[in-house]
């Protein structure tokens, strides 16, 4: 199995670009998790899905932020406009709610917002 | 709500000495628990877990038990080596509760060891 895909690793963007980050999860898993982690904040969950639908966009930090999940095997989520301070590193994750709901997480994509 | 505390870090241990990471956590109902690890540069993988009262989950050494009574799920390694340096987390599930599927983080213990 090839785990969680996310894309691109690293993105370099100046403030005011628009920025997305892609997620393929692992065939099979019907939920969905998007996290962002910075030293500053830790590791806060943004928005999920369970079946392609979103349940709890609450941790989306303003309007700036949405997320999209047109199948179960892509996700994304964009910036628009971007940040300085959105500069962190952004894990997507999957699970299949069957046994213990444990995730498993993508590499992540490091944002650098100039 | 649920919660899930770890202790501060960060832990500074030399190769071959006892690990323990105390977690403890606040739930309603019958939650999993488990411990992920985060290498440098990496994403979060799981390291173990357990998914009901006096459960062991164990993985490359690592050995946790699901204590209902305490509310805790202590991480503990009998010889840590360099390479287990790594910040670890706590979670739980929130099947428990509203079972949406959620996991519970705690904030991450970094844990150091020396050669």
């Known amino acids: 199995d090839a785990g969680v895909i996310q894309s691109p690793r690293h993105e370099v963007t100046e403030m005011g670009q628009e920025v997305t980050l892609r997620c393929k999860p692992i065939s099979g898993h019907n939920s969905l998790f998007w996290y962002r982690q910075t030293m500053m904040r830790g590791l806060e969950l943004l928005i999920y899905f369970n079946n392609n639908v979103p349940i709890d966009d609450s941790g989306m930090p303003e309007d700036r932020f949405s997320a999209k999940m047109p199948n179960a095997s892509f996700s994304t989520l964009k910036i628009q406009p971007s940040e300085p301070r959105d500069s962190a590193v952004y894990f997507c994750a999957s699970s299949s709610r069957q046994g213990a709901d444990e995730q498993y997480f993508g590499p992540g994509t490091r944002l650098t917002v100039t | 709500g649920d919660s899930v505390t770890q202790m501060e870090g960060p832990v500074t241990l030399s190769e071959e000495a006892f690990l323990t990471i105390n977690c403890t956590y606040t739930a309603t109902g019958y939650p999993s628990l488990f411990w992920y690890v985060q290498y440098p540069g990496e994403g979060l993988q799981l390291l173990l877990k357990a998914t009901k009262a006096d459960d062991k989950g164990s993985n490359k050494g690592f050995e946790a038990t699901y204590r209902k009574e305490t509310t805790s799920f202590h991480l503990e390694k009998g010889s840590v080596q360099v390479s287990d340096s790594a910040v670890y987390f706590c979670?739980?599930?929130?099947?428990?509760?509203?079972?949406?599927?959620?996991?519970?983080f705690g904030q991450g213990t970094t844990l150091q060891v020396k050669p």
């Open positions: 979670a739980l599930s929130d099947r428990g509760s509203s079972n949406t599927g959620k996991l519970i």
